[in-house]
């Protein structure tokens, strides 16, 4: 079994940064890729961003250029870099792994295996 443990949510004013980070652990064999979802009260869940393991990136179209992905193979996290926020951006991010991600970072949901609990964003205008 895999566990995804996110941190780093909080309350920022507009225009400030958040820096979330997921760790994953368990019994993982094959080479991930990482996503970022967010959902927003009565809203359905929304692609953010993604990393495969090879490290190419995608983004959502709302965070592109505002939102940087990376990760740190060896202690198995991703992290999600969030500058300029935007009230809009208030939302439960969710991490996700997908077993099969060795060069793609899919924007589906329906492509990840295993998902954290979220941690809340909460922008302030």
């Known amino acids: 079994q895999v566990q995804l443990a996110e941190s780093g949510g909080g309350l920022v004013q507009a225009g400030g940064s958040l820096r979330l980070s997921c760790a994953a652990s368990?019994?993982?064999?094959?080479?991930?890729?990482m996503g970022w979802f967010r959902q927003a009260p009565g809203k359905e869940r929304e692609f953010v961003a993604a990393i495969s393991w090879s490290g190419s990136r995608s983004y959502g179209d709302s965070v592109q250029g505002r939102f940087t992905i990376s990760r740190d193979n060896a202690k198995n996290t991703v992290y999600l870099q969030m500058n300029s926020l935007k009230p809009e951006d208030t939302a439960v991010y969710y991490c996700?792994?997908?077993?099969?991600?060795?060069?793609?970072?899919?924007?589906?949901?329906?492509?990840?295996?295993?998902w954290g609990q979220g941690t809340t964003v909460t922008v302030s205008s």
């Open positions: 368990g019994r993982i064999f094959r080479q991930y890729a």
């Open positions: 996700a792994l997908d077993l099969h991600g060795i060069t793609r970072s899919a924007s589906s949901p329906n492509e990840y295996d295993y």
